[in-house]
């Protein structure tokens, strides 16, 4: 399989972007985003996707860090997107439930050309915790958008169980590391493009 990396530089008047990533990596992580919560999030995905993975971000957090947030999971999702190539001879599917304590979260992914999120079951009022005295939980949908979006792939996240803010959302992160990990694998019974369309 041929090298499946990406570089990728995203700037805005909003924030700056640099992020470097490698599918076939050991989940290694270099991550500053200005946001302390999301860099812990995108190191545990790192580290449980097995995919390296380097950022660097900044932006208007004096405003708020939704701007900051949002763009990193765009390039991301773009980063992806790229260094899956045409994704001949993958797994193409994954699936990872993955307990954090008291929480547990789902995620199935499909690597499939066509960008879906069905994310639900997180419980009321979630949206409206602030983790880590920046990151809000509405913040957590927001990411998984953006990257199905530009990475074109389809994600159901499911949370089924859960009662701390920040046990929900990286039980969250963990479940769709795990799930993609198995996604992007080589698969060495498939011959060319894992589609009856031939196309992914």
């Known amino acids: 399989m041929s090298n499946r990396t990406a570089r990728l ?11 470097e990533l490698d599918l ?3 989940g290694q992580s270099d991550i500053d985003t200005t946001v302390p919560f999301y860099d812990h999030m995108l190191t545990a995905f790192s580290k449980h996707s097995l995919i390296d993975l380097r950022i660097r971000a900044s932006g208007d957090t004096d405003i708020d860090v939704h701007h900051t947030v949002e763009d990193v999971a765009i390039t991301l999702g773009e980063a992806l997107r790229l260094a899956l190539g045409d994704k001949a001879g993958i797994r193409r599917f994954g699936e990872a439930t993955v307990p954090l304590d008291e929480a547990l979260s789902q995620a199935v992914v499909d690597l499939s050309g066509r960008p879906y999120l069905v994310h639900d079951g997180e419980p009321a009022g979630q949206e409206y915790h602030l983790i880590g005295g920046h990151f809000t939980g509405s913040l957590t949908r927001h990411v ?8 074109q792939i389809c994600l159901h996240m499911l949370v089924l169980a859960g009662r701390d ?3 929900i959302v990286e039980s969250q992160f963990k ?8 996604a992007v694998e080589p698969d060495p019974r498939v011959t060319g493009i894992p589609s009856t369309k031939g196309l992914l």
């Open 165 to 167: 803010p920040h046990h």
């Open 175 to 182: 479940a769709f590391a795990r799930a993609l990990r198995a």
């Open 24 to 26: 076939d990596g050991s």
């Open 9 to 19: 530089d995203r700037g805005t008047s909003e924030s700056s972007v640099s992020l």
């Open 144 to 151: 998984f958008e953006a990257i199905t979006l530009h990475a």
